[in-house]
């Protein structure tokens, strides 16, 4: 990735003065069109995929310009490089709505973090039960965490056996992952959702 290039301006008014930032961005991949394109061999590919064969970039730009198209190198590394005659606009067009297309069919997976402790009371627990079956219900990941504080350091088996009690209470909605281990002054336990059949 490219850096950005910075230019400071300072703005005077009367007694207080305000600076300006300007950010230029430069795009990641900067691909080369028509007249920047300035090697002396290419080989050329139409837009229907059809081999033009070895040209100069000059010629190769004559037949993009009768056809009413651009000039695009698609493989700078090659020798000699390829380029393909397009109309970029519209390829830059369907990219960017592939893209928008594959975000919006991507699933994000959450994980929620439930919080208990060692001498938590049965609501208490009944609640954070049901708020973790919701959670698994919408399909998010699950962390179960107790943070042991002062002597409860010595009572760590309570803690895994309220883990397992908590895991056994969601039943069939969720698998453990990651059974209840002690790591530092915490006791972590990993639940996902059971896939629907």
């Not at 962390?143 to 039943?171: C, N, P, Y």
Request: hydrophobic share 35%; net charge positive.
């Amino acid at each position: 990735m490219r850096a950005f290039c910075v230019r400071t301006f300072w703005l005077f008014s009367r007694c207080n003065f305000i600076k300006e930032v300007l950010f230029i961005s430069r795009e990641k991949d900067t691909v080369q069109l028509n007249e920047q394109i300035r090697d002396k061999e290419l080989r050329i590919v139409s837009a229907d995929g059809e081999q033009l064969g070895i040209m100069s970039a000059r010629d190769a730009q004559k037949i993009a310009d009768d056809r009413g198209l651009d000039l695009v190198k698609i493989a700078p590394q090659a020798k000699p490089p390829v380029c393909k005659i397009m109309d970029y606009s519209k390829y830059r067009y369907e990219q960017a709505k592939r893209e928008k297309e594959n975000r919006k069919n991507q699933k994000t997976v959450e994980t929620k973090e439930i919080r208990l402790s060692l001498k938590i009371d049965i609501g208490d627990f009944n609640t954070k039960l049901n708020h973790a079956k919701k959670f698994l219900e919408a399909g998010n990941k699950l962390k179960v965490s107790i943070r042991l504080r002062g002597r409860e350091m010595a009572h760590s088996d309570l803690g895994v056996a309220t883990m397992q009690r908590f895991a056994e209470g969601i039943g069939e909605l969720g698998s453990v992952d990651k059974q209840p281990k002690l790591e530092g002054r915490q006791i972590l336990m990993f639940m996902s959702p059971k896939a629907a059949k």
